[in-house]
Structure formats: structure tokens, C-alpha cells
């Protein structure tokens, strides 16, 4: 938001009393030791034009910022999905790989003795295809 400033001068009034000093921009008390300083304005006035301006090109930035702001915040979004999606569907093979090993081990468990060396090697691959799988 843009203030408009006026182009008068404000006057300030330097008071002295008994040696200590204070600013006011109202005329001293009678016992006071008075002097007074003109304040120019600090800030050059601007049209109503060129205010109108300076808040259009402002307002027209913030918009492309936050315009920029919006597509990096869905681009974001999409990867996170993206990232979520790809985690589920890897814990979904990691779960499937662990059925395997389990059924596996229960097939061991029930297998007879001839077939029992063929049931150890099922596991030991179930649990080396999980190892890959699953990361660990």
C-alpha cells in the first residue's frame, strides 16, 4: 500500500530546561531555552498516477510469484505421489515374497524325507528373491 505525502514542512521545537534536552513539535514551556528546526519531508510526493502504477506492477509480480509458487507446489505433489505409489507397490512384492518364504516353510515342515532337500532349497531361494526384493 502507497501513502501519499504532503509536500509541507513540519517544524520541531529543540527545548532546553535546565540542561536537559527534549524534541516536541509543539512550542516549548515559557522557562524552557527554545529553538526551532525545520523538518523537510522525507519522502517526494508521488501522483495518483504513478501511485496507481508502482501498485499495479507490485500487484502483477506477486501474481507470477504466486503463480510460480503454485506449479512448483504441484510438481511437488506429483512427485510425492509418484514416490508414494512406487513405496506401496514395493512393500506390496517385499509382503507377497515373505508369503512365499512362509509357504515354503510349511511345505518343509509337512515335506517327506526324500522331498526335504527340495523344500530347503525352495526357502533358500524365496529368501534370497526376498533379499532382493524387499532390500534387505
Do not use: F
Not at 57 to 80: F, I
Amino acid at each position: 500500500m502507497l501513502t501519499l505525502v504532503s509536500t509541507s514542512q513540519a517544524q520541531t521545537y529543540k527545548c532546553d530546561v535546565n540542561g536537559s534536552v527534549s524534541y516536541s513539535q509543539t512550542p516549548c514551556i515559557a522557562s524552557a531555552k527554545q529553538s526551532v528546526m525545520d523538518t523537510p519531508a522525507a519522502i517526494p510526493p508521488y501522483s495518483e498516477k504513478t501511485a496507481k502504477e508502482i501498485a499495479t506492477k507490485e500487484k502483477n509480480k506477486a501474481n507470477q510469484l504466486a503463480q510460480s509458487r503454485h506449479k512448483a507446489e504441484e510438481k511437488n505433489d506429483r512427485e510425492m505421489k509418484a514416490i508414494a505409489a512406487r513405496n506401496a507397490k514395493k512393500k506390496q512384492q517385499c509382503d507377497a515374497q515373505q508369503l512365499k518364504i512362509k509357504w515354503a516353510k510349511e511345505d518343509l515342515a509337512n515335506a517327506k524325507p526324500k522331498a526335504e532337500s527340495q523344500a530347503r532349497q525352495k526357502i533358500k531361494r524365496a529368501t534370497e528373491k526376498a533379499a532382493l526384493v524387499c532390500g534387505k
